[in-house]
């Protein structure tokens, strides 16, 4: 395994002035992610919250949930090495603007994307377990990542189920190529 120190369950930071990953790791990961209560678990390879830099190896099972926030300030990139996920973008009252389709490189999909605009976002994990490469400029400050006022608090769950289930159809209303049904749903 990558050689790491624990922040806690779900953060480890890389400590060699060289971080190496392989195949092995990313196994260890997913199976630490499976283990743990919100199923995700991220390796941080920049050494601090100060770095001007933030990379991490993040993996997430199909159950976790991702909060729709937005980075004022920062430009976020996205690479997946494994799986397929939708990333949902909403329009600042909560409706469907855009869905990225991503999965690996060998999927034929777009398997990268970069957002310099504080643009909500969430993640529709599609398969088992993705496993992507996030960039995102540093130092690292609480305040500039924002929670949608329009989504539900992340201890409520039935409220989570909701939510998740209303942006399904609103992404398949939006796929479908019918934008208007999706902000009706996003207002209920």
Not at 7 to 24: C, H, M
Request: with cysteine; hydrophobic share 40%; aromatic share 8%.
């Amino acid at each position: 395994m990558i050689n790491v120190h624990p922040q806690n369950e779900e953060v480890l930071y890389a400590v060699d002035p060289i971080v190496r990953v392989n195949r092995q790791d990313i196994a260890e990961l997913i199976r630490k992610a499976a283990g743990n209560a919100r199923n995700r678990i991220r390796v941080c390879t920049h050494r601090n919250i100060e770095d001007r830099l933030h990379e991490m190896l993040i993996v997430h099972t199909r159950d976790t949930y991702v909060r729709p926030h937005k980075h004022l300030g920062r430009s976020e990139s996205f690479h997946v090495i494994e799986g397929e996920v939708d990333v949902v973008i909403f329009d600042e009252a909560g409706a469907v603007a855009d869905v990225l389709r991503l999965g690996s490189y060998s999927s034929g999909k777009t398997f990268y994307y970069r957002i310099a605009d504080p643009l909500y976002h969430t993640l529709l994990i599609r398969s088992d377990v993705i496993v992507f490469h996030e960039s995102i400029n540093g130092p690292f400050c609480r305040e500039d990542m924002v929670f949608a006022p329009w989504e539900p608090e992340a201890t409520d769950v039935a409220a989570q189920k909701e939510f998740l289930e209303r942006v399904e159809r609103d992404v398949a209303a939006f796929s479908s190529g019918k934008p208007e049904s999706c902000q009706e749903l996003s207002r209920r």
